[in-house]
């Protein structure tokens, strides 16, 4: 059945490249063509590319310019354009002007004014909320940069908050975001490219990065990468993130997704490389390694120790998240010798009237556990305090008085999840989140045995795996030349190194201080 | 894509095999009779041993909420077995859940089958069992194993594991019993050089005539207590020789013992002893040994001499003839000199009587010994064994003086009467 499924899967994916080559609907053949002197003949291929008059929010004002002594036409499509703008900078200057020998780029009062030939070029600044000018009797046409978007504000970060430190988040307009860093980072070779990257959408996304400091072959890479996407339609940076990460089986994540703009100014003065794009309240950092996930920005705005004692904090959590559950399991499944005995009667006594094995009793209430989690994440903001009240309390307290669940399972189980908590990453969260389950059946399964099997096989795999050619587990191991912001992190004015596996050209970022 | 649906092939294959083939060991802990002590008696016919099982019942004590509050604390079985291995299963006849020895605390053993010359064949199957830990401790009852048990009702620390914990834990401290546990008996045993030291119990009472003159120098069964407490009693110590029970000591020899032994750390001796400035009164005195003892070995043509050095740091608690002695360094050093005297002597006599009486050391004195001796060939060709009992011994105490208790002036007895 897998066979046939995969066979199924392969054939999509066939049928969907074939698609690609010619956009149906897309009327490419108009698009190729050149602008002609006659406006009629101009504004009728226009009407017929953007249908108008079906099409209501696209607005196409014929004029007549008194000193140019000829007609002419503008369209733009007002839901996305500065309407003031045009008739401030544009339609008032152009009908007042009597002069018949100034150029247009003279009369109208905007930034940018190109001249286009071909109806491609139109129609793409068009959909980018810009205003098009035909003169007749002119082969070539105006564009006028005028865009005006809607969106919200810039806000406070929603998912990596903290209590020290800058509270700008990105928002979904990427002019914004580009805003924000370069804000941070105020130098010429910041430097912001765009690729497009879908047929249909003409989804654009920006990659960020520091000339000569980021590493060439890696903005090459990731550049082509982008380039060669062959899809209609990629609205924002989550779903991108599929598209170019390496390992799209893999547990654990290689892109680092981050909403804060600080965390990205720094991940760019570091060399790496962000991608930013519109409708994205976010930003994607890579190559990523593991510590980028493990680590808060707020370690570094901290002072050292209560920094440092952050991080020990995040990394106890990390491992209790993975290995309570699992450890429950296996030393009460197979080595109850080592539990202290007044421990080992206490949860003798406590599983007397459960009727479930200890795995299965694990399973359920980490089960309970997710499900809380996720009815949680997704119930209206009313009803959220009830969803918690129902979860913790009923299914808790019922379930051991039921006699279902052990009470020192709802302590284990409870341990693990909230400090599930503190991994604050999403993606490694979902990582970690998982792999305990792997623990857990491993322990069940073979004890610690087992679990030290799956914990070294894991090991072994971040060890092996790589994001955009950079090591997991980088600059731990394998050893590269940094400033060994790993599990702690040292002093600021030591931390004067960029790190190695980036192959910067400039390593050095600030003087030791000697 | 073959490669892949390859992989899904294997990846399917493993997880089934696995969940056909694993859980070995795998039992509940609520499916598991966990049995605190084992006690060892002998039976008429040769060969066979009456075993007797003391299983804790995790529903008592531990949790509020579990029920089981009519429930006593624990359960004793008794049967007849050929030894404690294959006693497991003929107790699931009677016990309902698998017999355990994940808890086992304490192996208790009859003196008349400690002294049994066959009950080294028993006891050897400690040694088999996976789940005897060689840490469980050594206990020798007066009377028969099973009646111990059976008589040992704690009043407070109902559930036998804890009581027996506790129990043990602070009589070492105290250096009242030894430190015993199966480990060590089966290292002394093999070695074939000291003697090994069981915990000495009994919960029957022994009736004297005479009054108690001492505090420490009794054996289990001795103490006159009273009250409505346990009559079990922890003091002193049986002693085996070769995997055979050959004498018991006191509680004051067992602590003389442990003074004597490096490897063994007693904390918390308190005594009594003769006061040096009126005949009529004791000193209560705490001993501890804050530094190791040394040992030299002197050898002799026939006769070898071995020293001992002991240091030991004394606390004197009491002042009973009012002398005052903490202020005055001429008292200081009298009652130095009187105490060293009186330890010396009560050590150097009780070496003598290990040497006549047992024929060994109870102090693994052959652990520091081997150090004088080039090969293991040469220690063996000396026989420490059959050496010590002729060796000249000879015990130096050397005292450090602590604090004389929190206030160490008392008022002149003649103006307070006065």
């Known amino acids: ?46 009407k017929h590319l ?175 990468r982008l380039g060669s996407l062959d899809v209609n339609s990629i609205q924002n940076l989550s779903l991108l993130e599929e598209y170019i990460e390496e390992r799209n089986y893999s547990l654990f994540p290689s892109i680092l997704s981050t909403e804060r703009p600080d965390r990205a ?54 491992f209790i998240t993975i290995f309570t559950s699992a450890i429950y399991v296996a030393i009460t499944t197979y080595h109850a010798e080592m539990i202290p005995p007044d421990l080992l009667l206490a949860i003798a006594a406590s599983r007397e009237k459960v009727p479930f094995p200890a795995v299965i009793e694990i399973l359920i209430m980490e089960l309970a556990f997710e499900l809380i989690r996720e009815a949680g994440l997704r119930v209206p903001s009313p009803i959220g305090p ?61 004890g610690i045995y087992g679990m030290t099997a799956v914990f070294v096989g894991g090991l072994f795999y971040m060890v092996s795996i790589k994001s955009f050619g950079v090591p997991y587990l980088a600059p731990m191991s394998p050893n590269y030349k940094s400033s060994k912001d790993t599990i702690f992190r040292r002093l600021t004015k030591n931390e004067t190194l960029r790190p190695g596996f980036l192959k910067t050209t400039d390593l050095q970022k600030k003087t030791t201080g000697e | 894509m073959k490669l892949r649906s390859k992989m899904m092939k294997v990846i399917f294959l493993t997880a089934v095999t696995l969940s056909l083939s694993g859980c070995w060991d795998h039992k509940e802990l609520d499916e598991k009779a966990y049995v605190i002590g084992i006690g060892l008696d002998k039976h008429k016919i040769e060969g066979k041993v009456k075993v007797t099982y003391l299983i804790a019942n995790p529903e008592v004590g531990s949790q509020q909420t579990a029920g089981g509050a009519n429930e006593p604390p624990q359960e004793i079985v008794t049967l007849v077995a050929d030894d404690f291995i294959s006693s497991r299963n003929t107790a699931n006849t009677i016990v309902a859940k698998e017999i355990s020895y994940d808890l086992l605390r304490v192996l208790i053993v009859s003196e008349e089958l400690a002294r049994d010359p066959d009950f080294i064949r028993i006891i050897y199957s400690a040694t088999k069992d996976r789940e005897i830990k060689r840490s469980a401790q ?60 069981a915990i000495y119990a009994t919960t029957e009472k022994i009736e004297k005539d005479e009054a108690q003159t001492t505090d420490d120098d009794l ?6 207590v009273e009250g409505t407490t346990n009559n079990a009693q922890f003091i002193g110590s049986a002693v085996f020789k070769e995997g055979q029970m050959i004498g018991r000591i ?77 202020k005055n360094r001429e008292k200081v050093k009298e009652l130095k000199k009187s105490l060293t005297a009186a330890i010396e002597k009560n050590f150097t006599e009780f070496v003598s009587y290990t040497q006549q009486e047992l024929k060994g050391d109870t102090f693994d004195l052959s652990i520091p010994m081997r150090k004088e001796f080039a090969t293991l060939r040469e220690f063996r060709e000396f026989d420490w064994m059959k050496t010590y009992p002729d060796a000249k011994v000879k015990v130096n105490v050397s005292i450090r003086f602590g604090e004389f208790g929190r206030q160490s002036k008392l008022p002149k007895l003649e103006e307070v009467r006065d």
């Open chain 1, 265 to 318: 100014a720094s991940f760019l003065e570091d060399g790496y490389i962000v991608l930013l794009m519109d409708n994205s309240p976010d930003s994607l950092v890579l190559p990523a390694t593991f510590w980028a996930f493990f680590h808060s920005p707020e370690d570094h705005y901290l002072r050292f120790f209560y920094g440092n004692f952050t991080r020990a904090l995040r990394m106890t959590a990390l």
């Open chain 1, 1 to 46: 059945m897998l066979k046939e499924m995969l066979t199924l899967l392969k054939k999509q994916q066939k049928q969907a490249s074939l698609s690609v080559d010619k956009l149906e609907g897309e009327q490419t053949s108009l698009k190729e063509k050149e602008f002609s002197r006659n406006l009629q003949g101009n504004l009728s291929i226009l």
């Open chain 2, 138 to 197: 050594f206990i020798v009852s007066r009377e028969n194993a099973a009646d111990f048990i059976k008589n040992n009702k704690p009043k407070i620390e109902t559930r036998p594991h804890k009581f027996l914990e506790l129990m043990i834990e602070r009589g070492q401290e105290t250096g009242m019993i030894p430190e015993a546990d199966l480990n060590g008996f089966f290292r002394v045993t093999e070695s074939d050089a000291d003697l090994y030291l």
């Open chain 2, 250 to 326: 006191t509680g004051e020899e067992t602590r003389i013992s442990s003074l004597l032994d490096n490897t063994w750390a007693t904390e918390d001796i308190l005594t009594a002893i003769k006061d040096p400035f009126d005949e009529r009164y004791k000193l209560s005195i705490r001993i501890s040994q804050k530094r190791e003892n040394k040992y030299k070995l002197i050898p002799e043509k026939g006769r070898p001499t071995i020293e001992i050095d002991v240091p030991l740091f004394i606390e004197v608690y009491s002042d009973p003839s009012m002398i005052n002695y903490a």
């Open chain 1, 386 to 446: 009830t969803i918690g009240i129902v979860g913790a309390l009923i299914l808790g307290q019922a379930a051991v008085e039921a006699n279902i669940i052990s009470p020192i399972v709802i302590i284990v189980v409870a341990l693990g999840g909230l400090s599930s908590f503190a991994v604050s990453d999403l993606s490694l969260n979902f990582a970690v989140r998982l792999t305990r389950f792997l623990f857990i059946l491993s322990a069940a399964m073979m």
């Open chain 2, 219 to 224: 054996l289990a069964g001795e103490i006159q």
């Open chain 1, 50 to 224: 953007y249908s108008i008059p079906d099409n209501k929010d696209i607005k196409l004002r014929e004029l007549y310019l008194e000193g140019f002594n000829r007609q002419a036409a503008l369209l733009f499509i007002s839901t996305i354009t500065d309407v003031k703008s045009i008739e401030e900078n544009i339609l008032k200057p152009l009908t007042e002007n009597t002069s018949s020998d100034k150029k247009v780029k003279d009369i109208v009062a905007i930034q940018m004014v190109h001249e286009i030939t071909l109806y491609k070029d139109a129609v793409k600044d068009i959909n980018k909320g810009n205003a098009l000018l035909i003169l007749d009797g002119e082969p070539k046409a105006y564009i006028m940069d005028c865009p005006d978007f809607q969106s919200r504000a810039i806000e406070k970060p929603e998912s990596e908050i903290l209590i020290k430190g800058p509270k700008e988040a990105f928002n979904e307009k990427a002019v914004a975001n580009i805003s924000l860093l370069r804000k941070k980072i105020r130098n010429e070779n910041l430097i912001v490219e765009a690729v497009e990257v879908s047929q249909r959408s003409h989804n654009d996304v920006f990659v960020l990065y520091i000339r000569g400091l980021a590493n060439e072959k890696l903005i090459d890479n990731i550049k082509e």
